[in-house]
């Protein structure tokens, strides 16, 4: 199967394989997968498209987020109608996905995802967007920043790739960064560290609105082996119920050290047509240092073969001291509509992962997720659960289709398993 098939909306030969719900998530996860080939991905097309659809995306149960979802099944629900264009002129784009859903008996409108973007020639791009941005390696969403919520509306920069004037040792450096601001009611995530205690807190007029949320990461290639990236989030700002400005003290900052390493002598092993390697430490501490600690760290695994692909990846999440919910603060964490900015189950779960790419029937194209987490979550108990998901995509002769389903069974000590799923499936018609 072609890079050309795996590519998301980006190019309009490769629409025809992603879910239109998701074309953003598939675009990142196939920037992984060209990483580890060693190739560029393909440029956007500048030819204009456009689509229709019908679909729809639910939930029910215990949390069960679709990795790689962009905030469907939790912050998006209901059935309906979608479109989907992009055209682009002179360096100029505009794109966007709009969804109409009906679900508990009204009718939601949702920019699920959009950008007006400027490229110069030399590479600099400038953007009004709220689209994925995975900041972050991992297979369940970068640890700052993954495609697992519904994004957030921002002011993007990045820069092209240089090396500094007289230093070609120091590699070849380029910068993303963005500002935005989260919604003004977020929900307190399922999955967040003392969910109880922070619900009381929200019902006693402690919790923060509409924080601003600003960052960025610098990101380093040494030859052709070897990225390094550096990025921090910072969240601040806002206001309480009484419209009074939030305190410095409510000030977050979470971080990111990662490497990126290609391994062309074990795909040569295992007859494969890329291989690479990630190691990574990132922390949220409840402050506004750049700190490591309290840290999760994440290594993983990817082998690329023609039409298939695996990863396999462990993060292990230090333990974590109560938080204080006495103090005005920003209660809902680093989330947007209930679902974590980074890692699917957020940044104090454990989680042990294999993910499989590979062909179906009808020139179709599948994707397995198996997870064991072992996270904080329903405090006091904690315990630990197995995560499942299976995404399948096809081209039809007017458009595509596809689906991903994911489930997941929490056992809590002495009482019986909780299950919990979502989904997402949408049929697309291409108008041009």
Known sequence: MSRRLLLASV??????????????????????????????????????SFEVGWGGAGSEGAYAPLVGGEGLGIGTLGWGLGLQGRVSRGGFSVSATAL????????????????????????????????????????NGGDLLGDGARSLPRLS????????????????????????RLEADRPIPPWIVDRRARLEARAAGVDLQRPLLWGGLVRTTFGTRVETAFGALTMEGGRDAQGRPAPAAATRTATLVEMRIRIPELARLVRARGASATLSRSAAPDGRSLALAPGRTLGGLQLVWEGWDLGVEYAGAAPR????????????????????????FGPQATTRTVELGLPLFLEGQGRLRAMRVTAPLDPPSGGAFWFLQGEAQWRTPTGRAGASVATRRHDLPAAPGRWGWSFAAFQAFRVF
Not at 157 to 169: H, S, V, Y
């Open 321 to 344: 001291a109560t938080i204080s919910t006495t103090e005005p603060s920003h209660l809902a964490g680093f989330s947007t509509h209930g679902d974590p900015l980074g890692p699917a």
């Open 100 to 139: 109409a859903l009906r679900t508990e008996g009204r009718t939601l409108g949702v920019l699920q995802r959009a950008a007006l973007a400027y490229r110069t020639e030399s590479g600099w791009r400038l953007a009004l967007e709220a689209a994925p941005l995975a900041w972050g390696a991992g297979l």
């Open 157 to 180: 920069l990045a820069t092209p790739e240089a090396a500094l004037t007289g230093l070609p040792l120091m590699g070849r450096w380029r910068l993303e960064a963005f500002a935005g």
């Open 11 to 48: 190019s309009v030969a490769a629409m025809a394989q992603a879910p239109m719900l998701q074309d953003g998530a598939a675009a990142l996860r196939q920037a992984r997968l060209d990483w580890a080939l060693g190739q560029a991905p393909l440029e956007p097309s500048s030819l204009p």
